[in-house]
C-alpha cells in the first residue's frame, strides 16, 4: 500500500454554486491544492461528480426533450462531462499540468482484464507527474444494474484497486455529525472506528440536490475502503487549504479509522458482486464449511447441485446455498459447457480454487 497515495473526491454539491453552475474559484481552489500535494510527492487520483449538473446548467435554454430519467441523465452527462473535463483542463494548464479523463463502469470491475487494464493505466499516469487522472462513471453507456450507487462507490473501489492508504470525500458539509446536523445541538463525530458499529450515528438516507449520494453512502463506501486498511476521511470541501490539513493530520472532518487489509485478487473479488452475475448452488455440506470460516476450501464440481447462466473460464460466478443465500464470489476454473458435464461427479478438477473465493461478510 502506497503512504503517499491518495483518491480525492469531489460531490458535485462541492463543484457548483448557488445557481447550479460550475464554480470556477472553488474548482481553481482544489485543483492548486492538488497540485501542491502533486509536487510534495503524492499520487493523486480525482473523482470528480458533477457531469449532469454541468450539462444541465449548460443547457438550460435549450429545448430539450427526454423520454426517460436515464435518457435524460445520458443526454446531459455525454454535454456535461466534456464541458466539466474542459474546465478542469484549462484551470490544469495554468500549472503545467493536463488531465487525463478515465470513464468507468461496474463491468470494468467484475471483469478482471478490464480491472488490470486500469490498474496498469493509473499506475503508468502515476510516472509523470504533469497528469492528474480525473474519474468518473461512463454515465453515457452505464445500464441499470451496470451503475454505481453514487461517485462514493466509485472512488472507494479505486481506492481498493489502487492500494491507497487514505481516500478523501469532500462534501458540503464538515463531516459526520451524532444527529441531523440541521438539529440543534449537533455535534462533529471527529473518529469512527470500524470495529464499534454500535457507537455509530444514525444517518439520514437524504440526497443532494444535485447529486445521488448522501452521508449514508459515504459512510457505508467508507465502511468498504476500511476492510481493506484505507482510512477516509469526510470534510468539507470549502475549509480553507483543506487537502494538505488533512494530510498534515489536522483534525478535520470525520476521520473513519481501518479495519483489516486483504491483498491481490480478493481485493478484486470482494466487491464486484452484481445481481445479474451467474451462480452456483452448492450441497449443505460444503455451504456449511464456507459458513465456519475455519479453513481455506476450494469449490469442486461434487459439491454443487445446479448452476445458472452462462459464463466462460476466468469470468465471475456467484455462489449460493439451497436456500438462495448468497455466500460470496469466486472465478470459476472452466466454463459452464465443461461445468455442465461434471456437476455433482466425485474426482474431477477444482471448480473454484480458494485463492479465487472471496466469502461475504457475515
Known amino acids: 500500500m502506497s503512504a503517499k497515495r491518495v483518491v480525492i473526491k469531489l460531490g458535485s454539491q ?27 510527492g503524492y499520487q493523486v487520483i480525482l473523482v470528480s461528480s458533477g457531469a449532469v449538473a454541468t450539462g444541465r446548467a449548460n443547457t438550460k435554454d435549450m429545448p430539450l426533450k427526454y423520454q426517460n430519467i436515464i435518457e435524460q441523465k445520458q ?28 470513464l468507468l463502469t461496474k463491468e470494468d470491475f467484475r471483469q478482471r482484464n478490464h480491472y488490470l487494464n486500469t490498474y496498469n493505466l493509473l499506475h503508468g499516469l502515476f510516472k509523470n507527474n504533469k497528469v492528474l487522472p480525473i474519474v468518473n462513471e461512463n454515465d453515457v453507456t452505464s445500464i441499470n444494474e451496470l ?41 462533529l463525530i471527529s473518529v469512527l472506528d470500524i470495529n ?31 476492510h481493506f486498511g484505507i482510512t477516509t476521511t469526510i470534510a468539507n470541501a470549502r475549509i480553507k487549504e483543506v487537502l494538505p490539513r488533512l494530510l498534515n493530520e489536522e ?27 451467474p451462480f452456483v448452488i452448492i450441497n449443505e455440506g460444503i455451504s456449511a464449511i464456507f459458513e465456519k470460516r475455519e479453513k481455506a476450501v476450494s469449490l469442486l464440481p461434487v459439491g454443487i447441485i445446479s448452476f445458472e447462466g452462462e459464463f466462460t473460464k476466468g469470468d465471475l460466478v456467484s455462489i449460493r446455498d439451497e436456500k438462495g443465500n448468497k455466500l460470496g464470489v469466486g472465478l470459476a476454473g472452466y466454463d459452464s459447457t465443461q461445468l455442465g458435464e461434471v456437476i455433482g461427479k ?4 477444482v471448480f473454484i480454487h480458494y485463492n479465487k473465493i472471496a466469502l461475504f461478510e457475515e
Open 14 to 40: 462541492t463543484i457548483l454554486n448557488e445557481q447550479g453552475e460550475l464554480d470556477i474559484p472553488q474548482l481553481e481552489s482544489i485543483v492548486a491544492q492538488i497540485i501542491g500535494l502533486k509536487e510534495a
Open 75 to 102: 443526454m446531459l452527462a455525454s454535454i456535461g462531462q466534456a464541458k466539466l473535463i474542459e474546465i478542469y483542463n484549462n484551470i490544469l494548464k495554468k500549472h503545467g499540468v493536463i488531465a487525463a479523463q478515465i
Open 147 to 187: 451503475m454505481f450507487t453514487d461517485n462514493d462507490e466509485l472512488c472507494a473501489l479505486i481506492g481498493i484497486q489502487m492500494h491507497v492508504k487514505q481516500l478523501i470525500i469532500l462534501t458540503s458539509i464538515d463531516g459526520v455529525y451524532d444527529q441531523n446536523p440541521t438539529q440543534t445541538g449537533a455535534k
Open 196 to 226: 464499534q458499529k454500535e457507537s455509530w450515528p444514525k444517518i439520514s438516507t437524504d440526497k443532494t440536490i444535485y447529486g445521488r449520494g448522501g452521508m449514508l453512502s459515504k459512510l457505508a463506501s467508507a465502511r468498504k475502503a476500511a
Open 251 to 277: 483534525a478535520i472532518g470525520t476521520k473513519i479509522l481501518p479495519y483489516k487489509q486483504d491483498k491481490g485478487i480478493k481485493r478484486w473479488l470482494a466487491h464486484t458482486y452484481s445481481s445479474a452475475m
Open 346 to 349: 466425485r474426482g474431477q478438477k
